[in-house]
């Protein structure tokens, strides 16, 4: 167990893996939904938008939990328990059309709704294990 | 919102599609693996082994959710909500050599460890939605 991303499994973050994102619903029991996510050497970095369910529960609950299956392995993975230590919308928009870059190969996310808050979640890994 | 698998999305369970199955650990924050899973009809089915981390949270807590990725289309999955309805070790050997033939096309489970005990858990879906 180690509170920092192993240097080995850091091209996990290069490929187009999802993270598996667990959050706490309202009567304590667990969400889990993909996202795309990037790390930034310190925290990894997942987005959504205002309202959406993962959003309170990450406002009401910081902990989270997060799995990154390497998409040519799944038998290689890291799973992560921390906490979400920012949440903010500075830099949300720029962020999701970053990771529409990486996901899509397109230069700006192409699904955004009218009226829809793009908000950037960054989340402080507490315990990182890792797999294969 | 259903409480049950929609048709249109069983075939996952015959791909190797892999479960991000999140539990609950005692302080209450999430905890998420990749496990293999199957579907019964009524319960989603995983495997797991005594005393494992998730083993644990499933016992003292059975709230837990789980996600299904298509392996041949990210954008489309399960996300389920629900609860552990029974946790048995009957037919669990013959359970991880079933999946073991799913997910590895091997006739046995060829990872056991000497003593170890192996666990089947029955998943009731409370509420089930799904994307793509």
Known sequence: MSNTIPESYRDLFQKKAFA?????????????????????????RINSAKGRVKDHNMRRNPQVALEIMD????????????????ITESGADAHIDMLAKKYLGEER?????????????????DRVSSMG
């Open 20 to 44: 598996h994102l667990a959050t706490i619903m309202p009567d304590g029991s667990p969400q889990v939904t993909p996202v795309w996510c990037d790390y930034d050497g310190t925290y990894i």
């Open 71 to 86: 998409p040519d392995n799944p038998y290689r993975y890291l799973a992560v328990r921390g906490r979400v230590a920012e």
């Open 109 to 125: 996310y192409p699904y955004g709704r009218p009226g829809e808050v793009r908000v950037l979640y960054k989340i402080q890994p």
